[in-house]
């Protein structure tokens, strides 16, 4: 019979509903539903899984493969996405942080842009700048020039 999966599933239903009940999103659920379905006989073949769970059957397919090449943990494992690298090392930024904390030596973003060329050789724009002062070192430099104002 055409698309009927031989899927061995080594957990037991009552282990495969807990572990169901333990999921914490949508993917990894699915993954699982997947498995209750076909354990519990409910479906029988991938597509009837696909159209259940509203996924196609070629994910099925891949999700049962890495079932069965490395079982239940691996099947729930996922990579995680790093993102876009930073153009500012941590390097750079822990030596920045310790040159806003030490002196008051920058009253511009464009004295930190000078500074990180001169330096670092970094060449990043004004909103990059400004953007990491504002969001990831909690420094304005407005609020710098109006404190040296006051004293």
């Not at 282990?15 to 993917?27: F, H, V």
């Not at 049962?64 to 490395?70: I, L, N, P, V």
């Not at 942080?97 to 060449?123: A, R």
Request: hydrophobic content about 30%; charged content about 30%; aromatic content about 8%.
């Amino acid at each position: 019979m055409t698309g009927v999966c031989g899927l061995k599933i080594k957990e037991t239903k009552v282990q495969l509903r807990d572990i169901l009940s333990k999921q914490k999103n949508a993917p990894d659920y699915k993954k699982i539903q997947a498995l209750y379905l076909m354990k519990t006989g409910q479906v029988t073949t991938v597509i009837e899984v696909s159209e259940l769970l509203g996924v196609h059957r070629v994910t099925v397919q891949k999700w049962f493969k890495k079932y069965r090449d490395q079982g239940i943990d691996g099947l729930l494992t996922s990579k995680k996405s790093t993102g876009r690298p930073s153009v500012v090392s941590a390097s750079t930024l822990s030596d920045l942080k310790e040159k806003l904390t030490s002196s008051n030596s920058f009253k511009s973003y464009e004295d930190v842009y000078k500074w990180l060329q001169k330096n670092h050789g970094v060449d990043v724009n004004y909103k990059t700048i400004y953007g990491l002062l504002r969001y990831k070192l909690n420094v304005n430099l407005e609020s710098i020039d109006s404190d040296r104002r006051i004293v």
